[in-house]
C-alpha cells in the first residue's frame, strides 16, 4: 500500500497503516477512547481475525482488499447510527462504481454487491459519541475459500482488471466525507432517498430475513424514516425490520 500517496491526497485524515493486525476494529476503538478526531483511519493489508456482523469472521487475505475502521464523530444522538451505516454503503457504492466502473447494488442494511454477490460489508460500533465503522471491501481477490465462493467476489473477479487499491481507497475516504457532511447538514432524508434508489432490495422484492434462529418472508415495502427496512407478511400485516440477513427469498 503506497500510503504516501494516500496521505497527499487526504492532508485532512490522521491515517495509520499496519501490515497485520488480527482486526482493526479494537484498534480504532482504542483511539476512539483517546479522543482521536474525526476521520482517524485505522487500516491493515492482512488481518488474521477479521470481523464480521454477528460474530462472523470476515476474510481478510493479505494485499488483496481494503480493511480498514474510520472514526466518525458526527455529533448525531444514537439513533441516527442505522442511517450512518446506509451511508456507509453509498459511499462505497460509489466510490466502486466511480474508480473500477462496476455497477453496485446494496443489500440492505449494510452489504454492497456486485453481480448479486457480497463484495463489501460495513461493521458499525458505537463507543460513547463515537462511531468505529469497519469496511472490508474485496478488491483484487482471484478466489474465495470454499464456504464463500457462492456468496462473495471482489472488483477483481467481477471486472477481470487487477485494481488499484490506493486510489480506491482515496476516494472512498472522499465520498465517506461527503456523505456524512450530507448528514450533518440536511438529516437523514437524502441518505435515505439515495439508498431507496440504488437499493433492489428497499422495495417490491420478496425477501427471506434471518433473525438468528428464526426468520420471517414477506416483500419489501421501503424504509422507515430511522432507516429500518418495512417488510410486508404473506397475512397482510406490515412489520418493522430492525436487523438480520436479508436474502432473496425462494
Ligand atoms: C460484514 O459482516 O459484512 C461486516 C464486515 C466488516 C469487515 C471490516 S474489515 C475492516 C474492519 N475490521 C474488522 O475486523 N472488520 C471490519
Known amino acids: 500500500m503506497d500510503l504516501a500517496m494516500v496521505r497527499s491526497l487526504l492532508p485532512a485524515h490522521d491515517i495509520l497503516w499496519f501490515d497485520r493486525v488480527e482486526s482493526t476494529m479494537p484498534l480504532a476503538a482504542r483511539l476512539a477512547a483517546e479522543g482521536a478526531r474525526h476521520q482517524t483511519v485505522v487500516g491493515a493489508d492482512e488481518q488474521t481475525a477479521g470481523q464480521g456482523r454477528y460474530g462472523r469472521h470476515w476474510h481478510s487475505e493479505a494485499a488483496s482488499g481494503l480493511y480498514f ?3 466518525l464523530k458526527l455529533g448525531l444522538p444514537a439513533e441516527t447510527a442505522p442511517v450512518i451505516t446506509l451511508a456507509l454503503g453509498l459511499a462505497v457504492a460509489e466510490a466502486i462504481e466511480e474508480r473500477c466502473g462496476v455497477a453496485c447494488d446494496l443489500r440492505w442494511p449494510n452489504d454492497v454487491l456486485i453481480q448479486g454477490r457480497k463484495c463489501a460489508g460495513i461493521l458499525v460500533q458505537l ?12 478488491v483484487n481477490q482471484r478466489e474465495f475459500p470454499a464456504e464463500l465462493s457462492s456468496l462473495a467476489t471482489s472488483i477483481r473477479l467481477a471486472t477481470g482488471r487487477e485494481q488499484e487499491r490506493e486510489s480506491l481507497l482515496v476516494a472512498l475516504l472522499c465520498a465517506i466525507g461527503r456523505l456524512c457532511d450530507t448528514l450533518a447538514s440536511e438529516g437523514k ?17 420478496r425477501v427471506k ?14 424504509l422507515d424514516g430511522s432507516g429500518f427496512l418495512l417488510l410486508r407478511r404473506p397475512d397482510g400485516r406490515r412489520e418493522t425490520i430492525l436487523a438480520g440477513g436479508v436474502r432473496p427469498a425462494g
Open 127 to 138: 463507543h460513547g459519541d463515537a462511531v468505529v465503522a469497519g469496511i472490508g471491501v474485496n
Open 69 to 71: 475502521s474510520i472514526l
Open 209 to 222: 430475513v434471518d433473525q438468528g434462529g428464526s426468520s420471517v418472508e414477506g416483500v419489501t415495502e421501503g
Open 189 to 205: 432524508e437524502p441518505v435515505l432517498r439515495m439508498f431507496a434508489e440504488s437499493s433492489s432490495f428497499v422495495r417490491g422484492r
